[in-house]
């Protein structure tokens, strides 16, 4: 059955209508997750929502689609690990089926540990920092971080985990505009700790 242009453009209006409520309910449920982790579940969550919708459509379920029940169930879709477009593999390590079926989970080495108080891996994504620049770094960041007042620690480490400006600024009741310029303080603080000139 080929469907016409009219026919797909309702189905594109309709499921736009509905995307703002699954938008909100898939926000919800990943609250607790990295920015970028909790950025791709949401993208996972409603493109499982947008498959659901056209399958009901297509079985001619129409009454049936609401946002909610479609937004839960992508949820626990996605909480399974299933994927659009994608098959369970219980032989990716990378995969969180594979993770739970195995009894096993992966872990980030470029994250702060608030245990420890130190940096791990925080420069492995720099290609142009050598072997010593690396561990003078990891020594030194932890140090650094604790000479900070409690405030500017606070902000240091939530911009460090990936969180952006206008987030951070709603967490610590700030404007955007300030937590700009905590950022260049930061960055003037390191630098100066680091010994090179720190530049207004």
């Not at 909100?24 to 909790?38: D, G, I, M, T, V």
């Not at 909610?68 to 477009?85: D, F, M």
């Amino acid at each position: 059955m080929i469907a016409s242009a009219r026919t797909i453009r309702t189905r594109e209006q309709r499921f736009l209508e509905m995307l703002p409520q699954i938008r909100a309910q898939a926000r919800y449920a990943f609250r607790k997750e990295l920015p970028a982790r909790r950025q791709e579940l949401i993208a996972e969550v409603i493109a499982n929502c947008w498959i659901a919708f056209v399958r009901l459509l297509d079985r001619g379920l129409e009454d049936v689609i609401y946002p909610t029940p479609l937004a839960q169930y992508a949820v626990r879709q996605t909480r399974g690990g299933r994927k659009v477009g994608g098959r369970l593999n219980v032989r990716d390590v990378s995969s969180e089926y594979a993770q739970r079926c195995k009894g096993f989970r992966l872990e980030r080495l470029d994250r702060y540990n608030e245990r420890t108080d130190e940096w791990k891996e925080v420069l492995v994504e720099d290609k142009t920092a050598g072997p010593a620049e690396i561990a003078v770094s990891r020594i030194d960041f932890g140090t650094w971080l604790r000479s900070l007042p409690v405030a500017k620690r606070q902000v240091a480490r939530t911009l460090a985990l990936g969180e952006t400006t206008k987030r951070t600024a709603r967490r610590f009741r700030v404007t955007a505009g300030r937590v700009s310029q905590l950022r260049r303080e930061l960055q003037n603080s390191w630098e100066s700790f680091q010994g090179e000139p720190a530049f207004a």
